[in-house]
């Protein structure tokens, strides 16, 4: 239960310090780093608006993508302490309870009948279709190195105590810190600002909801990315004690953000042309992640 306490409270400044250090970058002041939350208790407050087009597909599409996130969190442990719920092969869980989510967010976009929203979904489905092998290969090396299938036995036996270790957990961090860019739709894959036509992935299916059900695919996406943030920290907390691992894994969820707001500053967007070689190029970083693993263990001849 711990741990989905922690997620949820680094949901809550995740968001606003992307923001805040993007407003740092260009110097400008910016917002403070609860409006990302103050956005959303605003539209929480407000009513949906529906097309006559659409149809219970569009209506529902919100609600299981925010409850997908919600339970793709509860399987999410913090370190050796146990997520709401766990078994054996629960990271096979984790992937496609989010993956139905995205499924929901995509028919949802066709159902309104635009072709513009329709061209959004399509380049949502393939870059999740493509960072899909990455965490796999990255997930897959702690279940080989641990010889279980469960978050908490894979975290709960990781001891990182030379380079080697060390140098694959950082690696294994960035990949997963770009598959949560490319999941939540940011840069260098899609810029969430952006409404040019030609470049729009995410913004452009979300452009027909509004209200309530808005704010529950943006605080889907505040979730989306703590998770992945405390997935990156149970790298790192190994048996620290209670009182260092909660310093870590918000120190961990601090540098997240503030590297993807350094990230989306600093580095133009791809052409969408390039997208699909960027997301290649993850999967090739977690197949080292996978040999430096059997290297490690003595399991490559």
Not at 24 to 46: E, H, M, N, S, W
Not at 55 to 65: D, K, L, N, S
Not at 92 to 119: H, N, Q, W
Request: net charge neutral; glycine share 10%.
């Amino acid at each position: 239960m711990i741990s989905f306490i922690l997620i949820v409270i680094a949901a809550l400044f995740f968001s606003g310090i992307i923001i805040r250090t993007k407003s740092l970058c260009t110097g400008r002041k910016g917002a403070g780093i609860f409006q990302p939350l103050y956005d959303v208790a605003r539209l929480f407050r407000k009513g949906a608006v529906y097309s006559n087009t659409t149809g219970w597909v569009f209506r529902a599409a919100p609600i299981v993508y925010f409850a997908s996130v919600v339970a793709a969190l509860l399987v999410v442990p913090f370190g050796r302490q146990g997520g709401v719920i766990g078994f054996d092969g629960d990271f096979v869980f984790f992937a496609y309870v989010l993956a139905l989510g995205k499924f929901f967010s995509i028919i949802g976009a066709l159902d309104t009948g635009s072709s513009f929203e329709g061209m959004g979904a399509s380049r949502e489905a393939l870059y999740s279709m493509l960072a899909e092998p990455a965490f796999f290969f990255v997930m897959g090396s702690g279940a080989l190195m641990a010889g279980n299938t469960s978050f908490q036995d894979i975290f709960g036996s990781l001891h990182l105590s030379g380079t080697g270790s060390y140098a694959l957990a950082i690696l294994a961090s960035i990949i997963l810190l770009m598959i949560a860019m490319i999941e939540n739709s940011r840069m260098p894959v899609d810029d969430p600002k952006t409404h040019l036509e030609l470049t729009m992935i995410h913004e452009v299916m979300i452009l027909d909801n509004s209200g309530f059900d808005l704010g529950l695919i943006l605080s889907a996406g505040y979730l989306k990315f703590a998770v992945y943030g405390a997935i990156i920290a149970n790298l790192f907390i190994g048996d620290l004690p209670m009182g260092w691992s909660v310093a870590v894994f918000f120190g961990i969820q601090a540098l997240c953000a503030i590297l993807i707001g350094f990230t989306e500053s600093f580095t133009a967007r791809f052409r969408m042309n390039h997208n699909p070689q960027f997301i290649f190029s993850l999967t090739a970083a977690a197949l080292l992640v996978i040999f430096g693993v059997l290297l490690l263990t003595g399991k490559l001849a």
